[in-house]
């Protein structure tokens, strides 16, 4: 089985930019990002295809922050721009057996150990 390693998280004033990346032991389909505060569930954040062709955002980060793969390093990114206090949480790099982008937590069984990242105001 893959495993997902994520880096790149700190601590980051509000108006920031952080770029977490995943680095993966194999090939991977689908991949996406997910995030859990304390005391809250585990988020969507992002998500993005195989070839990476199609990607989608929760409507909070849409605009502010991008995800990307390079598949011949076997690496998942997360540009995060314009932090705000409300996006610090734990970030999780996930992977699915499926070749689309998915926004839901169930399609996804390969996870990362996260990256926490603190937005200060």
């Known amino acids: 089985q893959v495993q997902l390693v994520e880096s790149g998280g700190g601590l980051v004033q509000a108006g920031g930019s952080l770029r977490l990346s995943c680095a993966a032991s194999?090939?991977?389909?689908?991949m996406g990002w997910f995030r859990q505060a304390p005391g809250k569930e585990r988020d969507f954040v992002a998500a993005i295809s195989w070839r990476a062709g199609s990607t989608s955002y929760a409507d909070s980060v849409k605009g502010r922050f991008t995800i990307s793969r390079d598949n011949a390093k076997n690496t998942l990114y997360l540009q995060m721009n314009s932090l705000k206090p409300e996006d610090t949480a734990v970030y999780y790099c996930?992977?699915?057996?499926?070749?689309?982008?998915?926004?839901?937590?169930?399609?996804?069984?390969?996870w990362g150990q996260g990256t926490q990242v603190t937005v200060s105001s």
């Open positions: 194999g090939r991977t389909y689908a």
């Open positions: 996930a992977a699915s057996r499926l070749i689309v982008a998915d926004t839901e937590l169930g399609e996804y069984d390969v």
